[in-house]
């Protein structure tokens, strides 16, 4: 499933150690509330993105940032893209 795999690239890219795939809701926040990630968090995640599922993410910072709200989110961009 798209969404377990991102968790788990999120996890480990960004060394998340006391959280477990299970632990993060797919339609929660990755940023402030949620997970409490950070504009280098979002970096980070982003080159790690772009290296696996070679998507291109768009320098437009608000589509960038719904890109980024949830696990949905990404998992819905990363299917889009796919299809191209």
Do not use: C, W
Request: no cysteine; net charge negative; charged share 30%.
């Amino acid at each position: 499933m798209l969404e377990q795999e991102v968790k788990e690239l999120i996890i480990d890219v960004l060394q998340l150690e006391d959280i477990e795939p299970a632990d993060i809701d797919n339609a929660a926040p990755l940023f402030v509330d949620g997970l409490g990630l950070d504009s280098i968090d979002a970096l980070e995640l982003g080159v790690a993105l772009q290296k696996r599922y070679g998507i291109t993410l768009s320098a437009d910072a608000e589509d960038t940032r719904q890109h980024f709200a949830s696990v949905n989110a990404l998992a819905k961009l990363i299917e889009t893209q796919r299809k191209k």
